[in-house]
Nanobody, 114 residues
Framework: QVQLVESGGGLVQAGGSLRVSCVAS????????MGWFRQAPGKERAFVAAVSWSGDNTYYADSVKGRFTISRDDAKNTVYLQMSSLKPEDTAVYYCKRLGSGYWGQGTQVTVSS
């Protein structure tokens, strides 16, 4: 049974930084690409960033490019999303996903105050 558990969300002022983490268990973490998505109130869940299984390739939504960095630590079965220069429009529940599967975490709330 694959489980993904996010943590690290919270309240931060605009312009600040935050790092969210996702720990995976129950499967071969290093074989899969991982992604971060977010869902703001009243909106659909949207892609934020992804990292390939090797960690060599990363992909970002235009809205976060240059501000967010995705990374992975296979020794810890963890994927991170470092968020900088946060804006109020980044406020959302952030979810991690094992790409190519239906496995999602429960989400972690990120709130950016203006």
């Amino acid at each position: 049974q694959v489980q993904l558990v996010e943590s690290g969300g919270g309240l931060v002022q605009a312009g600040g930084s935050l790092r969210v983490s996702c720990v995976a268990s129950g499967g071969p973490f290093s074989r899969y690409a991982m992604g971060w998505f977010r869902q703001a109130p009243g909106k659909e869940r949207a892609f934020v960033a992804a990292v390939s299984w090797s960690g060599d390739n990363t992909y970002y939504a235009d809205s976060v490019k240059g501000r967010f960095t995705i990374s992975r630590d296979d020794a810890k079965n963890t994927v991170y999303l470092q968020m900088s220069s946060l804006k109020p429009e980044d406020t959302a529940v952030y979810y991690c996903k094992r790409l190519g599967s239906g496995y999602w975490g429960q989400g972690t709330q990120v709130t950016v105050s203006s």
